[in-house]
């Protein structure tokens, strides 16, 4: 069974304090790894897909990377509008039709 | 403007009074799906499809219908709605590389409605 467990919980962070968000999985054989941002009230976006261990992926101040058991969302100098859920998700070679979700990572940056 | 959209955004019903939920997109996609979403538990799959007249089962399908029989719409329907079923509603579409019924469909990015917040009494 596909797992995804998103670290930690919840992340408080100063304006311009650089941090990093872990996504752990479990999957016989990863397709895709994505993730989205959610903010409160709303539909999950969209931010990057990685399918290879190695791989980064950058918008703005955010960068995604990807090793065999892990991603990190890396968000340098984060501003308070960066505020908001971020969700991992996995996708396996073999069930390609289906995403598994984390819980998801609670950041709060405060001006 | 590129959009999944659902209706209504919040119900408040009582135990047994049957319920549909809408979704419709207007940007061609072929998958579509729905998830609930509760605290701590993330994102689950209830149903999802990969083309008109196609559906399939999710993680969490129990007590929950839909059906595709236009591209654009995938309604969810609750026969007997439960206290079990208050949460978080969000439908999604997708397009699907490889072909949308061949062994080796895949899911592309989601685009996600706005959600639905039902509570059940």
């Known amino acids: 069974e596909d797992q995804v467990t998103q670290s930690p919980e919840a992340l408080r962070l100063q304006e311009g304090e650089s941090s990093s968000l872990n996504c752990s999985y479990t999957?016989?054989?990863?397709?895709?790894l994505f993730w989205y941002r959610q903010d409160p009230g709303k539909g999950p976006e969209f931010l990057f897909t990685l399918y290879s261990a190695g791989e980064e992926k950058e918008k703005e101040r955010l960068k995604a990377t990807l090793t065999k058991k892990e991603s990190f969302l890396h968000i340098t100098a984060p501003k308070p509008e960066d505020s908001a859920t971020y969700l991992c998700?996995?996708?396996?070679?073999?069930?390609?039709?289906?995403?598994?979700f984390g819980s998801g990572t609670q950041l709060t940056v405060l001006p | 403007e590129a959009q999944v959209t659902q209706n209504p955004r919040y119900l408040i019903t009582v135990t047994g009074k049957k319920l549909t939920v809408t979704c419709s997109q207007n940007?061609?996609?072929?998958?579509m799906s729905w998830y609930r979403q509760d605290p701590g538990l993330g994102l689950r799959q209830i149903y999802y499809s990969m083309n008109v007249e196609v559906t399939d089962k999710g993680d969490v399908p129990e007590g929950y219908k839909v059906s595709r029989k236009e591209k654009r719409n995938f309604p969810l329907i609750l026969e007997s709605p439960s206290p079990n079923q208050t949460s978080l509603y969000f439908c999604?579409?997708?397009?699907?590389?490889?072909?949308?019924?061949?062994?080796?469909?895949?899911?592309?990015?989601?685009?996600f409605g706005p959600g639905t917040r039902l509570t059940v009494l």
């Open positions: 940007m061609n996609h072929e998958y």
């Open positions: 999604a579409s997708s397009f699907v590389s490889g072909g949308p019924l061949s062994g080796r469909a895949a899911v592309d990015e989601q685009f």
């Open positions: 999957v016989s054989g990863l397709r895709g």
């Open positions: 998700a996995v996708q396996a070679v073999g069930s390609a039709r289906q995403l598994t």
